[in-house]
């Protein structure tokens, strides 16, 4: 069974830093490209970014928002994926959600969800 | 960016009813839509990939159909279970984007 398990979330201050994990079992980890999606309590829904395979350089892409902010990196030996986020901003709070890209790259396993708060 | 547009924001029907939801594409997008049912509290799920593959254990009263920059998501007979938000999300071009989400209650 696919499963995907975030932690890592909660209450940080403006301007703040905080790496969300997520933990893969049940597939081969390596052999998929990655996401995170949030969701903003209330609202719809918003990538993040993606990071690619080993094949591909684990190469990576990001939204307009959180470029240069965000880096998202994952160790495939551990069946990882990571969210660093620093200079946190009120807007950042949003449930953050790693989901695995199927091969047309829609995602087609999601995690539950950790919820992150900036708020001072 | 891409932006998707859906119609109707909110939609309100019965069990069995037959409803039909619209993602349009600022641009075209060729069958890199996505379709996603979520419901609260939970993280979405895939229903519909490459604008009209079922994905599996998916029921087949789901459906969809469309390519470039009009896509349709139909279910046949709605069920209890079936009220819920649904999104579109394409993956033509970076950025991903979604739609703002159809939310689909109970009449």
């Known amino acids: 069974e696919v499963q995907l398990v975030e932690s890592g979330g909660g209450l940080v201050q403006p301007g703040g830093s905080l790496r969300l994990s997520c933990a893969a079992s049940g597939f081969t980890f390596s052999d998929h490209y990655m996401d995170w999606v949030r969701q903003t309590p209330g609202k719809g829904l918003e990538w993040v970014g993606r990071?690619?395979?080993?094949?591909?350089?684990?190469?990576?892409e990001y939204a307009a928002s959180v470029k240069g902010r965000f880096t998202i990196s994952r160790y495939d030996s551990e069946n990882s994926l990571y969210l660093q986020m620093n200079s946190l901003k009120t807007e950042d709070t949003a449930v953050y959600y790693c989901a695995r890209a199927s091969r047309e790259s829609h995602f087609d396993y999601w995690g539950q969800g950790t919820l992150v708060t900036v708020s001072s | 960016d891409i932006q998707l547009t859906q119609s109707p924001s909110f939609l309100s029907a019965s069990v069995g009813d037959r409803v039909t939801i619209t993602c349009r594409a600022s641009q075209g997008i060729n069958t890199y839509l996505g379709w996603y049912q979520q419901k609260p509290g939970k993280a979405p799920k895939l229903l519909i990939s490459g604008a009209s593959t079922l994905q599996s254990g998916v029921p087949s009263r789901f459906s969809g159909s469309g390519s470039g920059t009009e896509f349709t998501l139909t279910i046949s007979s709605l069920q209890p279970e079936d009220f819920a938000t649904y999104y579109c999300?394409?993956?033509?071009?970076?950025?991903?984007?979604f739609g703002q989400g159809t939310r689909l209650e109970i009449k």
């Open positions: 999300q394409q993956r033509s071009t970076y950025p991903v984007t």
């Open positions: 990071i690619r395979k080993k094949v591909n350089s684990y190469t990576t």
